[in-house]
């Protein structure tokens, strides 16, 4: 009974979190609002005994990605007129890219998967049970090649980054070392012989 009033405590505070991100009009209150989405996820996590993947979500996303985003956002001047001006325009394709997508997640997340016969099938593990071990066992063993596969890709996503950031610049100030090598004493120095006169 404790275990479900928190869990409705937490998904309330996450729909009611998530509906803040995409309707508040300030973008910080609105990256607020998600770090706050982040923390209740965590919650809910937890209370699944997902304690791995609640403190990776934790200080990946709301100690380094949510504090990136929330400098960006306060360092730029963002106009959020013009940003509202086409919501009504684009509106349907968004209703109809969000029905789809519910749907997508109803028929995967469904109750034949995730229903209450399997909640209450389930059973607790014991106190020594370390999910961590149990996550890198799956990851390595029978999720490998996925796993490998996207690595790759993200690797070749930095490296094509890299690649189309990296320009060269006629403006730069980095010294040629072979000019400076090559330099004779003539061509720096001049000596100027200039006639005494007496003084007055």
Same mark, same amino acid.
């Given at each position: 009974?404790?275990?479900?009033?928190?869990?409705?405590?937490?998904?309330?505070?996450?729909?009611?979190?998530?509906?803040?991100? +995409?309707?508040?009009?300030?973008?910080?209150?609105?990256?607020?609002?998600?770090?706050?989405?982040?923390?209740?996820?965590?919650?809910?996590?937890?209370?699944?005994?997902? *304690?791995?993947?609640?403190?990776?979500?934790?200080?990946?996303?709301?100690?380094?990605?949510?504090?990136?985003?929330?400098?960006?956002?306060?360092?730029?001047?963002?106009?959020?007129?013009?940003?509202?001006?086409?919501?009504?325009? %684009?509106?349907? +394709?968004?209703?109809?890219?969000?029905?789809?997508?519910? %749907?997508?997640?109803?028929? +995967?997340?469904?109750? *034949?998967?995730?229903?209450?016969?399997?909640?209450?099938?389930?059973?607790?593990?014991?106190?020594? %049970?370390?999910?961590?071990? *149990?996550?890198?066992?799956?990851?390595?063993?029978? %999720?490998?090649?996925?796993?490998? +596969?996207?690595?790759?890709?993200?690797?070749?996503?930095?490296?094509?980054?890299?690649a189309l950031t990296l320009?060269?610049?006629?403006?730069?100030?980095?010294?040629?070392?072979?000019?400076q090598i090559a330099v004779?004493?003539?061509?720096?120095?001049?000596?100027?012989?200039?006639?005494?006169?007496?003084?007055?």
């Amino acid at each position: 009974m404790f275990e479900q009033a928190i869990f409705y405590i937490f998904a309330a505070m996450l729909i009611f979190s998530a509906a803040m991100v +995409i309707t508040v009009r300030n973008p910080v209150h609105a990256a607020l609002f998600l770090v706050l989405s982040f923390f209740t996820s965590a919650g809910l996590w937890l209370l699944l005994e997902a *304690e791995f993947l609640a403190i990776a979500l934790v200080l990946v996303y709301v100690g380094a990605v949510m504090v990136l985003f929330l400098f960006v956002v306060m360092m730029l001047d963002i106009n959020i007129a013009e940003l509202r001006e086409g919501f009504a325009r %684009y509106f349907p +394709i968004a209703a109809l890219v969000a029905i789809v997508m519910m %749907y997508s997640l109803g028929t +995967i997340v469904g109750p *034949e998967n995730f229903g209450l016969d399997q909640v209450a099938a389930a059973q607790g593990h014991a106190a020594d %049970y370390n999910n961590t071990h *149990e996550l890198g066992m799956a990851l390595f063993t029978r %999720y490998i090649w996925p796993f490998e +596969i996207a690595a790759v890709i993200l690797l070749v996503a930095i490296i094509a980054a890299i690649a189309l950031t990296l320009r060269a610049t006629r403006q730069t100030k980095a010294p040629n070392v072979d000019h400076q090598i090559a330099v004779r004493r003539e061509d720096r120095v001049r000596l100027i012989k200039v006639d005494s006169e007496p003084l007055d």
